[in-house]
């Protein structure tokens, strides 16, 4: 059978994600405290007050997970979390220790699909955030930074397109090159919002090995917030059905 020009469909996780970001307003898509309580909530069309999220970055990702996949079981991240709602710490050693079913680690940068999660860890700030974990909708390619002190020595640069819960959209409007990899949450240079949405990270790749080195929040994050793996380490993984 002839596949060409045949497109390959989203994985459901991302597609879950998707649509729910696409329907929320902004009055019920927020980035949650800490004591408040998850609400992640797929609703009707033409009722755009039925959906809602209030969540953090990895409770986002595990509502979308839930939604979408028949194994993720509140029993199951018990079972290989150690919590019914894991934070981004426990995504990245679930995605190092490589034998949680349901996920295959992600080794290269240039091997990250739509649909894979990308997790970061904190360990400066386990009392706050413990980290980050966002979901990649596309690796768009390498980038090279007009300002050197952006090019991490040894390593190459990818903008990855991604979908998260942040507090903190990624990217500073109308600076750099921020047209080309814009947040959905940020309006204009005055407005921006919380919640789940669309932003771009970068991410670096070890020019020995392929694998993650560090990221950047943004296009236009500047030099001195490159972080390293060896202060943030990163790992990556596939969901799998």
């Known amino acids: 059978m002839d596949t060409t020009g045949l497109l390959v469909q989203s994985p459901p996780h991302l597609r879950q994600a998707e649509r729910l970001i696409d ?11 800490p004591e408040e309580r998850n609400v992640v909530k797929w609703g009707r069309e033409g009722r755009p007050a039925s959906w809602v999220n209030r969540s953090q970055c990895a409770s ?16 199951f991240f018990t079972a290989h979390f150690d919590s019914t709602s894991p934070y981004a710490k426990d995504y990245l ?6 034998d949680v079913p349901h ?9 990250l699909r739509p649909g894979d999660l990308i997790a970061i860890e904190y360990p400066e700030q386990h009392e706050v955030h413990t980290g980050h974990v966002v979901m990649v909708r596309e690796l768009l390619g390498e980038y090279v930074a007009a300002n050197e002190a ?7 640069q990818y903008a990855v397109s991604i979908a998260d819960c942040t507090a903190e959209p990624h990217g500073q409007y109308g600076v750099g090159q921020y047209d080309a990899y814009p947040d959905s949450r940020i309006v ?6 919380s919640g789940a949405g669309y932003g771009h990270m970068m991410f670096y790749a070890d020019n ?15 030099a001195a917030t490159i972080h390293p793996v060896t202060e943030r380490p990163i790992a990556a993984a596939r969901v799998l059905d």
């Open 208 to 222: 020995a090995t392929g694998r993650f080195s560090g990221y950047r929040w943004s296009v236009n994050s500047a």
């Open 188 to 193: 204009d240079a005055d407005t921006q919002h």
């Open 150 to 156: 952006l090019n991490l020595p040894g390593s190459t």
């Open 23 to 33: 329907h929320l307003v902004p009055a019920n898509n927020v980035y949650k405290r």
């Open 93 to 98: 050693r679930a995605f190092n220790q490589g």
């Open 103 to 111: 996920f295959t680690q992600v080794e290269r940068v240039t091997e």
């Open 60 to 75: 986002f990702i595990t509502a979308v997970l839930r939604r979408s996949h028949p194994w993720a079981r509140r029993s």
